[in-house]
């Protein structure tokens, strides 16, 4: 009766005020663009920030529009950055140009971690942790797959104090499906039932060529004593689709309602800006657009145009475009190709790394990371790194000197090479390396394969073993083509501006692998002849052998002879 007494504006007035207490805001935006080849690029992005106390004085209590599981789990583990993905399918660098956001295929989780607790147990309790929010098998990732980048991967937000570490681990063979989705979607302050969430049919997206769903959780400090910060979760989700298989696609035109198969039908409203964007390659393209945008607003790091619909406001019924769009080719200045595999049989074999500046007017300055399992034994004393001259996909050419090249390439401070242990952790690769403009470097290495207990090997173990992707941190430097001016790739790569991260594609590698069919045939022979053995011999010391006496029978036949019978 007390609730129906208080007016309904005190009771708005009230909530107001306790959401502007951490001063929470709430954005989400999706962007639709054509590529080369005709596939549809769909990106999603949900930014969600809030004013909260210091990560170490546990003094969270009021989550507001975060999701509370994900500031336990980031306040209980101590850890005040990480980056988790699911990724399925193949991203084509060369026709599609850079990702939105960068991720390799499988599950990826990286996270900086407090030094003052006890990081290698929050580790795994984070792994574990989200593993169960998420419905993935991240419970497999311990210290066996756990890597220490050194500079691959840049931190995003601000901590207290300077003792912090970061973990890295790849699961290249996790699947992303619906289950993953689903919570996925329910961290969202409207779900999947209101805003542009509700585009998100997983009938369409992972019926694509490439999708992939993120989420980037960062601790911020306002101040110098860290006592007032600020904590964001962004979550991502990125899918190309093919306009073909979409009912709504009639010529050469599509619909971003068709492309989904669903609609608009309710608003977000705690949102403060719930956009939909189109991507144009200029601004003479808004002439194809099926309805007019409420504004176009040029995108001067790309060279294109984004005409941008309100979802808060009035939809209009259909959003997209007449005909295809023609956009030019990539602008990827630096192109990370996959690893090639080397070698033959089951015993030896060799991994190649392709990087190709493109950039015709400054150096690459690359920080290079390769993990490998354990039963991958890497040989470093095989590392090479060469540079190739002449013509280079079309019209690039490498101009570089010979010095100079031999100059650049690999110095002894740039190169920092872990060891593996059986079963205890992996090997881990980092080269910082200089790459001429207009050429392609390689980087190339050996390796021999173990044999693995059998009760290592998965299910399918004749399918083979999946190597996780490299990663690769990629800036400009300004002193090309100047061999006075050469400096260590190291402390190149560390003063460059801007860092791209690139991944390669996972691999499958061959192992020795056993008949699994011989012990089920030993097991059953083994079994036929203690079986026949056994009962044999059971039979003949258990049977009790007593003799039959069988009493003969007088009678007398009519004739008055007689016969006896038994």
Not at 46 to 69: E, I, K, N
Not at 92 to 101: A, H, I, T
Not at 183 to 203: M, S, V
Request: contains cysteine.
């Amino acid at each position: 009766m007390l609730l129906h007494a208080i007016p309904g504006s005190l009771i708005a007035a009230l909530f107001y005020v306790a959401r502007c207490d951490g001063n929470p805001t709430y954005s989400e935006n999706v962007d639709v663009r054509s590529l080369q080849d005709g596939k549809i690029l769909a990106h999603f992005t949900f930014a969600r920030s809030q004013t909260v106390p210091s990560l170490r004085s546990q003094g969270l209590h009021h989550f507001d529009l975060l999701p509370r599981q994900i500031a336990e789990i980031t306040q209980t583990f101590k850890a005040p950055e990480w980056h988790l993905s699911f990724t399925q399918g193949r991203w084509d660098m060369k026709r599609w140009g850079p990702p939105p956001r960068p991720a390799p295929t499988g599950a990826e989780l990286y996270a900086w971690l407090d030094g003052e607790y006890d990081v290698n147990a929050n580790w795994a309790a984070l792994a574990s942790a989200l593993s169960g929010l998420f419905c993935a098998s991240l419970n497999f990732i311990d210290h066996s797959n756990t890597a220490f980048p050194i500079d691959t991967f840049t931190s995003e937000g601000s901590y207290e104090g300077d003792d912090i570490h970061i973990r890295h681990a790849t699961l290249p063979r996790e699947a992303a499906c619906t289950e993953n989705l689903t919570p996925w979607l329910k961290l969202l302050p409207c779900q999947a039932k209101a805003g542009i969430a509700q585009l998100l049919n997983p009938h369409r997206v992972f019926d694509g060529n490439y999708h992939s769903m993120a989420i980037d959780v960062r601790w911020k400090c306002l101040d110098d004593s860290c006592s007032l910060s600020t904590l964001e979760v962004d979550q991502s989700f990125t899918a190309v689709l093919d306009p073909l298989r979409s009912e709504g696609y009639v010529g050469r035109s599509w619909d971003i309602f068709s492309l989904f198969d669903r609609k608009i039908e309710k608003r977000c409203l705690i949102a403060d800006s719930s956009t939909i964007g189109l991507v144009l390659p200029d601004i003479n393209s808004q002439s194809k657009l099926l309805s007019p945008a409420s504004q176009v607003l040029p995108m001067p790091e790309s060279g294109t145009v984004r005409a941008v619909y309100d979802a808060k406001g009035d939809l209009v019924s259909e959003l997209g475009v007449r005909e295809a769009l023609n956009f030019s080719g990539t602008t990827t200045r630096v192109y990370h190709k996959a690893d090639i595999l080397s070698g033959h049989g089951q015993e030896k074999g060799g991994v190649a790394i392709h990087i190709l500046n493109r950039n015709s007017n400054y150096d690459a300055v690359a920080s290079l990371l390769e993990s490998y399992p354990w039963w991958l034994r890497v040989y470093l004393h095989t590392l090479k790194v060469e540079t190739r001259e002449g013509t280079i996909v079309g019209e690039f050419t490498c101009t570089s000197q010979k010095n100079y090249k031999l100059t650049m390439l690999v110095s002894v401070p740039s190169v920092h090479y872990q060891p593996a242990r059986d079963r205890e952790r992996p090997s881990l690769l980092y080269v910082h390396l200089n790459v001429p403009a207009n050429c392609s470097l390689v980087l190339s290495f050996d390796f021999d394969k173990s044999h693995l207990r059998y009760t290592e090997h998965p299910p399918d173990a004749s399918r083979g073993f999946d190597l996780g992707a490299s990663v690769a941190s990629v800036g400009m430097w300004e002193n090309a083509h100047d061999p006075s001016k050469l400096v260590d790739p190291v402390l190149a790569f560390r003063s460059a501006a801007h860092t791209t991260r690139m991944y390669t594609d996972p691999i499958l590698v061959a192992l020795p692998t056993p008949d699994f069919s011989m012990p089920y045939n030993v097991v059953t022979m083994t079994c036929t002849l203690l079986a026949f053995l056994f009962g044999s011999v059971f039979n003949m010391l258990t049977r009790r052998f007593n003799p039959v006496v069988v009493e003969q029978q007088k009678t007398e036949t009519g004739d008055g002879s007689e016969t006896s019978e038994r």
